[in-house]
């Protein structure tokens, strides 16, 4: 089954355009250019390139205007170079383009990677057991990541600290209604953040289970890790506290923009997660908490921008119009953990 779609007519680009300056920037290219998208996301576009035998994969952000610091291809590239070497399930980028009269925007290209992804639906094979070894292989490549010496993507110290007071800014400049509860958690999040971690690591930033490839010839094994835009170094339990967000808090939504398959039998539970998790990395997780609100605070911050851009007219994709109900649904789990 194929994971890529025709491309979406609100989101063609300059394909002739883009062809001539891929063959130029990547001379061992030949043929004519074949484009497809991956339709998943909701935030940055992604585009399957093929020339000749030629397989990439091409980023660019949303059409339209976008939050301040969001999404920056140019950073993203560069996380990729500096983890890839050294962690070796982030995909290889191989060209970035700050030129935007190529497509109308900053863009990357990076390696393509073939297996099964996970979101709305399960391949027909999958069993509980099945579920339990995926959900093993994802908190391992988690602690495999944490364990990975740090890389020059970031400032580590105050980390968190920068992240609530970011991730506020971006709900006030997103916004389209009063939500109290999220006003609520601004406020509980700045008084209680933690102490920066005596070792700081690579954090992913978005590390959930549809941002993982896995081998399709052996499920339980994942063969790549995707979408490095929000990467930093800083706390790991940052990205715990996401897994958990995803695979347990709002595993059950039932919108496709945040609803996993994750609630099925065999899949792992929120204790499970943290006790392997705990377990393989040796790191305390008794603070996990303030790591959840977090996690679900961001994320209603994110599907607000998603949906502030349909509210504004920057995007006529159907999927966004009814966001702001997950926005409010998101802000409620949190605070009911606070």
Known sequence: MSDTKPVRASEQLDWERLGAYLRDALPELHGELRVEQFPGGHSNLTYLIGIGETALVLRRPPFGPVPPRAHDMAREYRVLAAVHPHFPLAPKPYLLCEDTSVIGSVFYVMERRNGVVIRTKEPPEMTPELRARISESAVDTLVELHAVAPVPIGKPEGFVARQVHGWTERWHGSKTSEVP???????????????????????????????????????????????????????????????????????????????????????????????????????????????????????????????????????????????????????RKAAELT
Request: proline share 4%; net charge negative; aromatic share 10%.
């Open 181 to 331: 509860e999220m006003e609520s958690l601004a406020g509980w999040l700045a008084s209680r953040v933690p102490a920066d971690p005596a070792a700081p690591s690579i954090v992913h930033g978005d590390f959930k289970l549809d941002n993982v490839m896995l081998d399709a010839g052996d499920l339980s094994r994942i063969v790549g890790v995707f979408d490095w835009e929000m990467s930093a170094l800083g706390d790991p339990l940052v990205d715990l506290g996401i897994l958990l967000c995803y695979w347990v808090h709002v595993a059950s939504a039932g919108h496709e923009a945040v609803s996993t398959v994750t609630a099925r039998p065999g899949w792992f539970g929120r204790e499970e997660i943290l006790r392997r998790y705990a377990d393989r990395s040796h790191r305390d997780v008794a603070n996990i908490s303030f790591y959840e609100v977090f996690a679900l605070f961001k994320l209603a911050v994110v599907v607000q921008q998603i949906f502030a851009r349909y509210h504004r007219g920057q995007t006529d994709d159907p999927r966004f119009a009814t966001l702001d109900q997950q926005v409010a649904m998101l802000a």
